[in-house]
């Protein structure tokens, strides 16, 4: 199988979910990289220049295999004058 490089953004917080953006997956190392020095001064990744992910991935491997499970539990805390990470075009 061909490896392919897949690029991802990813911020974490000790209180809420983290921020997981998928940028996109590149047919070799040096174009993901050179993608990461494209974005790297955008508003929000400029913030975070060491958030991004370089991850090898086989091309046409099935992830998740084992499929998954939902937990039901209580219900999400109210987010109010929580911050969001939204695209900054919006």
Known sequence: METVFDLWFIRQYGDREDTELHIGI??????????VD???????????PNGFEVIPTKLGMTGWQDG???NIGPPPKDA???????????
């Open 68 to 70: 998954f499970v939902t």
């Open 38 to 48: 494209a974005l790297k001064g955008k508003p929000g990744f400029c913030d975070y």
């Open 80 to 90: 109010a004058g929580q911050a969001f990470d939204l695209p900054a075009w919006l």
């Open 26 to 35: 590149y047919a070799s190392e040096a174009d993901a990289l050179a993608a």
